[in-house]
């Protein structure tokens, strides 16, 4: 069954110019195919601030990845006004330390940026750059 020439002919919304339906589809070389891994809540991280059991953790995650044919890692690194990441200006990642502020002993985003390059996947650092608090920080702060 090919085109039926007695149908109408479609036209892009609100334009004269007709679509054209190739003959053939090109399917581009690569594509991004990907998830994220959320750490607001630990959603789909949990907290570990000890170095070996973070890189174990991320290397499962990096493993899952792999399994479903994943090329890229998108990692959630700010989920609030903290950070997975040493930072002059935000706090450590209470998601990452147990407590907002408190230091860990290593970098984990220069650690998952390279880990994930040596599989030959491409990382993606997810930042939240409006969310700041999911409490009353002024219990916090008197």
């Keep these: 069954m090919g085109y039926d020439k007695t149908d109408p002919v479609m036209y892009y919304n609100g334009s004269t110019e007709q679509i054209e339906i190739p003959v053939a589809y090109n399917q581009e070389q690569t594509q991004f195919k990907s998830s994220w891994i959320g750490t607001i809540f630990n959603l789909h991280f949990p ?25 890229a890692m998108i990692f959630q690194v700010r989920p609030l006004l903290d950070a997975f990441y040493p930072s002059p200006i935000n706090p450590t990642s209470e998601f990452l330390s147990g407590k907002q502020g408190q230091d860990v002993d290593f970098d984990p985003l220069a650690y998952m940026v390279d880990a994930t390059h040596e599989r030959g996947m491409e990382y993606h650092a997810w930042f939240n750059p409006y969310r700041v608090t999911n409490s009353d920080i002024m219990s916090q702060v008197c």
């Design 47 to 71: 907290q570990i601030s000890d170095e070996t059991a973070f890189k174990e953790m991320y290397e499962s995650r990096l493993d899952d990845f792999e399994s479903w044919n994943m090329n």
